[in-house]
């Protein structure tokens, strides 16, 4: 297979470090953003929008018939996959920030232009393009995680059209700064499981109606939170699809939740990968033998998985996002284990009482805390297998009747 690019690309790569550079290298008006060591939500909202003025959000958006709905000169349909990869490569290179609109622009704008109405795309797509509003995702519940169909919050139509919608989602991430979160409630009553469902948008500015409360995860920080509905309200207009159907289009929504990202990812991953070797070689760690074939393992793995990526990438063969998810949060969580095992006793010394924050874990500290999740959100490792049991090689579904 030939996975190189084209000249076209590597001018559109060129173009691409530029703009990055003049913007996060050092010294530069959005330097550090991704290491600075207290999360800053003006400028990272500041970085979001500079984003959509350059025209990078939306790259794999089709040319609407109003030309306003995307912003930039390079979001076009003349954009092609191989340079959504480029700019994706490009950007985890430069090491830029976690994008705070990454759930509107890669989540709810590929569904709005798949299932949303015209009045729909007018008004939310734009605000998107232009990192002007941040949304968040109101899938998973208390009781409702693996089993999604398990939705318990729900949305009652009222008289004039309004939907009020009443519940508690969990795991919601950056919902502390969304303007927009998308709801999967039951809004047909005595329903269950995949019926009567429907996928609603409201606004998060909601006082008394809308509760935030953040999550403190392993690693100190919280970048889920839990919310919860009392009443709140999404205009009658805002229902996603159709009413009832809204489990089709939820699953039609997680279907883009992977792809041009995971080549992204796995940028970051290299970098990481040779930041723990670097460690390796400065404790000695390398010279046992033991630990240096892991570190080899992980490097031939990550080749692999990139391999695979682009073998895979656009394609809708059954199963490929599951493969893909059940592969990189194992690798990436045995790579926060070696970041630690590499440095020996001296992994357990946090950054010291010169800092401003004694008990500020280190990089390495951070990534093996934050990676226990990566087997478990956005699909536990359990339910990928079952995916791939059931629709790719066609083996009975696991029971799920109680005994």
């Not at 699809?241 to 997680?254: I, P, Q, S, T, Y």
């Amino acid at each position: 297979m030939d996975f190189s690019f084209s000249a076209a690309d590597e001018a559109f790569r060129a173009r691409a470090r530029d703009w990055l550079a003049e913007r996060l290298g050092d010294g530069r008006p959005f330097a550090n953003l991704r290491t600075a060591q207290r999360f800053d939500p003006d400028r990272r909202r500041a970085w979001e929008r500079e984003l959509g003025s350059g025209g990078w959000i939306g790259l794999g958006w089709p040319e609407p018939a109003d030309a306003q709905l995307v912003a930039g000169e390079q979001a076009s349909a003349a954009t092609p996959l191989s340079r959504q990869v480029v700019w994706a490569e490009e950007y985890a290179r430069a090491a830029g920030p976690a994008p705070l609109g990454i759930v509107g622009e890669q989540l709810l704008a590929p569904t709005l232009l798949r299932h949303g109405s015209d009045d729909q795309r007018k008004r939310f797509l734009p605000p998107i393009a232009s990192g002007e509003e941040l949304w968040c995702q109101g899938y998973s519940e208390p009781g409702a995680g693996s089993d999604l169909a398990a939705v318990r919050t729900t949305g009652t139509r009222t008289a004039d059209g309004t939907w009020r919608i009443t519940g508690q989602k969990t795991w919601t991430s950056l919902s502390q700064w969304a303007d927009w979160c998308f709801v999967l409630a039951r809004t047909e009553p005595g329903s269950q499981r995949h019926h009567g469902l429907s996928l609603l948008l409201l606004p998060m500015d909601q006082p008394g109606r809308i509760e935030v409360r953040p999550i403190r995860q392993l690693d100190g920080e919280s970048e889920f939170s839990e919310v919860f509905f009392d009443g709140a309200e999404a205009a009658g207009e805002h229902v996603l699809g159709e009413a009832g159907d809204g489990w089709r289009v939820a699953m039609d929504l997680l279907s883009f939740e992977r792809g041009v990202g995971m080549l992204a990812r796995q940028i970051g991953y290299a970098r990481e990968l040779d930041g723990v070797l670097a460690l390796a070689r400065a404790s000695g760690a390398v010279d046992d033998p033991v630990l240096r074939e892991r570190l080899t393992r992980q490097w031939a793995e990550l080749h692999a998985m990139r391999c695979n990526a682009l073998r895979t990438l656009g394609t809708a063969e059954p199963g490929t996002a599951a493969v893909a998810k059940l592969v990189w949060g194992g690798w990436h969580q045995r790579l926060g284990e070696l970041s630690l095992q590499v440095q020996g006793a001296s992994a357990a010394l946090g950054r010291g009482p010169h800092h401003a924050d004694a008990y500020r874990l280190t990089q390495s500290q951070h990534r093996m805390l934050f990676s226990r999740a990566d087997t478990l959100y956005g699909g536990s490792d359990q339910i990928q297998r079952n995916l791939i049991a059931e629709r790719v090689l066609g083996l009975p579904r696991e029971s799920r009747t109680s005994s």
